[in-house]
C-alpha cells in the first residue's frame, strides 16, 4: 500500500483504532482534569470525532467478550501499566500504543511527529499508516464524522477496512485484557527444567505467548511438578484464512493442540513468502494421526518484505507473525525442548489451581513406571490402548519390542526425570508426556514421549516413541 493510499484510508479507519483506548483511559483522564485549575467536570468540550465514537466501539467490544471467563483481567491501560507490559510487546507495537497515547491526552502534534518516525522505519506498516493519516487530516480541518472521504473511497476499500479495524480491535483487546500476575494457560501441568521456554498461541486474539520457563534457572529437584513460567513476550500474530482446527491438507485452517518446535529453517533457503525465518512444528502429532487428520508444512513464521503483519486470519495454515517479532523468538527458543500450545482460546490460573490434576495423573504414571520397573509385562499392557499406534504399527505389532526388551533387561529400577506434562481437551481428555527413562545406576538413559487418553475413567497410552 501507497503511503498516499493509507492517508487516505487513515481518515475511514484510524481513529476507530483510538477508541477503545480513548475510553479506558478516561477515568484517569477525568481525574487529572478535575485537579486542574479552571477544569469544570460539570461542562464537558464538545466531543470530538475520536470521544463520538467511543460508545459505539466499547459497547461492540463488550458484546464480543466470551460467555465463558478466560481468567484474564479487564484493565485500563494507564501510563503505569504500560510501562509494565511494554518490554513484552512487539518493538514497533509498543511504539504505536504510545502514540495512541498521545492522541488520548490531546497531543496531537506530538503523535503526529511519532507517526512520522514509526512509518519512515516502517513503511509496510499499514495501521501505522492509518493513524498517520488520521493525524494528518487533524492538523489540515476538523473531521466531521468517521470516514470523512468520498463515498467512493469507502466502498472500495471497505474490506480492507474492516480487515484492519478487526486486527485494531485484536491488538487493543491483548491490551487491556492481560493474564493476572504469575498465572499461567491450563495447558502446562508440569514443565521440566530442558525446556526452557514455552509458547501458547490464543487465536481468538491473535496473540502468541512467549515464557521463560524459571524452573529452569532454579534447577528445581524432581518433586517439584508446579510450572513457574515469566510472560516475556506478547505477540499479534495470523493464523489460517479459513480460521483454526486443521482437518485436512489444503484447508488453510491452523491447527489446535500441543506441538514441539521440530528446527529451524535458514532463511537465505526460503522464499521471500516467510520472511527471516521459519519455525515447523511436528503436526500432525499422534493425536492428530489418530484422529485422521492431514497436512504437514506447519510453521511459525515471519512475513514478506512488502507486508509488515499479515491480518488475522491470512495464512495457508501457519502462525505468522512480524519479521521484528519473529526475530526476538528465533533469538529465544529452542527446538525440540521447546512446546507450542495452540488454542481457541486460553484459559489462564495461577499454578497451584492445577495441584488436583497434576498430582491425579503424577499417581497414574507413578503406577506405570513400577510396573516397567518390575517387568511385570501383564499388568504394564493394561495401561496401552488398543488404539495405539506407533508408525503404523498397532499394539499386537508393536508389544513383541517391549516383551523382548523387559526379558533382556528383567527388572530393574528406572527412574523418571525431567518430566513435562501438557494436557489437551477438546472431545477427549489427553496428556502429551515427555520424560527421560533412567536405570538405576545409570547417569543417562532415553528421552521418551507418550501420548495419554482417558477412556471409561481409565488412563491408557496410545503413542509411545523415543525422541
Not at 97 to 111: C, D, F, T, V
Not at 114 to 133: I, M, T
Not at 219 to 232: A, F, H, M, T, W
Not at 371 to 397: H, T, V
Request: hydrophobic share 35%.
Amino acid at each position: 500500500m501507497s503511503r498516499r493510499a493509507a492517508w487516505g484510508l487513515g481518515a475511514l479507519a484510524g481513529g476507530v483504532l483510538l477508541v477503545v483506548l480513548i475510553n479506558t483511559s478516561r477515568q484517569d483522564l477525568t481525574l487529572a482534569n478535575s485537579q486542574r485549575p479552571g477544569v469544570s467536570l460539570d461542562t464537558p468540550p464538545e466531543p470530538s470525532l475520536l470521544n463520538q465514537a467511543v460508545a459505539r466501539v466499547q459497547d461492540a467490544a463488550r458484546s464480543q467478550l466470551p460467555a465463558n471467563p478466560s481468567g484474564l483481567q479487564t484493565t485500563s491501560l494507564t501510563p503505569a501499566r504500560f510501562d509494565a507490559v511494554k518490554p513484552m510487546l512487539g518493538r514497533a507495537e509498543a511504539r504505536l500504543i504510545g502514540i495512541y497515547q498521545l492522541i488520548s491526552q490531546g497531543q496531537h502534534r506530538e503523535a503526529l511527529a511519532l507517526a512520522e518516525k514509526l512509518v519512515k522505519d516502517h513503511p509496510n506498516f499499514q495501521l501505522a499508516h492509518l493513524v498517520h493519516g488520521d493525524l494528518l487530516s487533524l492538523q489540515a480541518r476538523p473531521v466531521r464524522q468517521l470516514g470523512d472521504v468520498p463515498d467512493t473511497k469507502a466502498l472500495a476499500a471497505s474490506q480492507q477496512l474492516s480487515t484492519l479495524r478487526e486486527e485494531s480491535r485484536r491488538r487493543l483487546q491483548a491490551l487491556t485484557e492481560r493474564p493476572p500476575e504469575g498465572s499461567i494457560p491450563t495447558q502446562f501441568l508440569t514443565l521440566a527444567p530442558q525446556s526452557r521456554h514455552a509458547i501458547a498461541i490464543d487465536a481468538s486474539r491473535s496473540r502468541l505467548y512467549l515464557f521463560e520457563n524459571i524452573n529452569a534457572a532454579r534447577s528445581s529437584p524432581d518433586g517439584e511438578r508446579q510450572p513457574k513460567l515469566r510472560l516475556v513476550g506478547d505477540f499479534y500474530i495470523s493464523v489460517g484464512l479459513s480460521g483454526i482446527e486443521k482437518t485436512a491438507e489444503g484447508d488453510k485452517r491452523t491447527p489446535l493442540g500441543v506441538y514441539y518446535i521440530t528446527s529451524s529453517l535458514n532463511p537465505a533457503d526460503l522464499p521471500d513468502l516467510y520472511g527471516v525465518g521459519a519455525l515447523p512444528i511436528n503436526y500432525p502429532n499422534p493425536l492428530d494421526v489418530q484422529r485422521g487428520k492431514t497436512g504437514s508444512g506447519i510453521w511459525l513464521h515471519g512475513t514478506p518484505t512488502e507486508q509488515f503483519v499479515r491480518a488475522p486470519q491470512a495464512s495457508d495454515g501457519c502462525v505468522v507473525l512480524s519479521n521484528p517479532d519473529l526475530e526476538r523468538v528465533l533469538a529465544t527458543v529452542q527446538i525440540r525442548t521447546t512446546p507450542v500450545v495452540i488454542a481457541p482460546e486460553l484459559h489462564w490460573v495461577q499454578p497451584d489451581a492445577l495441584s488436583s490434576d497434576r498430582e491425579q495423573f503424577a499417581s497414574v504414571l507413578e503406577a506405570w513406571r513400577r510396573s516397567r520397573s518390575e517387568g511385570n509385562l501383564a499388568e504394564l499392557k493394561g495401561f496401552y490402548s488398543s488404539r495405539f499406534s506407533n508408525q503404523g504399527r498397532d499394539l499386537a505389532q508393536w508389544w513383541p519390542r517391549v516383551e523382548g526388551e523387559l526379558r533382556t533387561t528383567g527388572p530393574r529400577e528406572l527412574a523418571i526425570k525431567d518430566l513435562s506434562v501438557l494436557r489437551w481437551s477438546d472431545t477427549d481428555d489427553t496428556r502429551v508426556v515427555t520424560f527421560g527413562e533412567v536405570a538405576a545406576g545409570q547417569s543417562r538413559g532415553v528421552t521418551k514421549r507418550q501420548y495419554w487418553i482417558r477412556e471409561s475413567d481409565r488412563w491408557t497410552i496410545f503413542f509411545e516413541g523415543i525422541i
